[in-house]
C-alpha cells in the first residue's frame, strides 16, 4: 500500500520529528496526499515536551495566558506547555502563575461545549488554542467560537503542523507547516483529484490516528 512510505524529518532537536505518511487520506473535512503521524507527539513525554518548547517561544515573553484549550487529544502537550509558560527559570509573562487545561465536549459533530464547572476556566480568561493541526480550519474556528460564546478572551492558536498562517483571524503558529513536505496537498473532499482519478483512499484519518482501507 501507499501508506507503506514512512517518512521521519528530523530538527536540531533530537526528540522533535515530523512523521508523515504518503498517499491518499480522508477525514470528514478534506483529503490529502499525506497523514501526519503525531501520535507520539502526543503520548510521549520527551516528545511531547519538544513540541512544547518549539512553541513556546511565541508567548512566553508577549502573551498571557491563563488557560490553554487542547484539541484533539493535546493534553499532554499542552500540560508541557503550561509548565515551560509558568517556569521560574525563564523570563516570561505567565512565571509562577497557573495556567488551566481544558478541553472541549463536541456537540452536533459542529459545535463545542463546556460544562458549568469548566465555564470559569474560559470565562474572563486569556485562552491559547492547541491543535494537532490546522488544515481546514473548522476545528480552530469552532473552539474560537466557543471561547467568545463563554466570555473569554482569545490569545492565539498554535499547533504541531499547519497549512495556513491565518485561521478565524488569528494568526497561526506552528512547528510544521508545508515547507516541511513541499509535495503535500490538502483538498475538499468533494473535489479532491485523486478521487477523480480513481485512486482508492488508503486510510481513514481523525484526531485519534487512521485506519487503512
Known sequence: MATSEVLKIKTKNPDLFLRALKGHFATSNSHSNYYIDVAAQK??????????DALRGYYQHNTIVDTILCLDGMEVVGTCLAD??????????????????????SVNSSQLLFRDNI????????VLVLAVSVAT??????AVEAIKYYGGNVAGVCSIFATTEE???YKVNSVFNP???PDYQNYSSHDCPMCKKGKKIDGLVNCHGYSKL
Open 84 to 105: 515551560q509558560l509558568t517556569a521560574g527559570s525563564y523570563v516570561n509573562m505567565n512565571a509562577h502563575k497557573t495556567i488551566y487545561i481544558v478541553t472541549p465536549e
Open 167 to 169: 485561521c478565524a483571524g
Open 137 to 142: 480550519g473548522r476545528t480552530v474556528e469552532a
Open 43 to 52: 503520548s510521549r513525554l520527551s516528545e511531547a515536551k519538544a513540541v512544547a
Open 179 to 181: 515547507k516541511d513536505l
Open 119 to 126: 465555564v470559569p476556566m474560559i470565562n474572563g480568561k486569556n
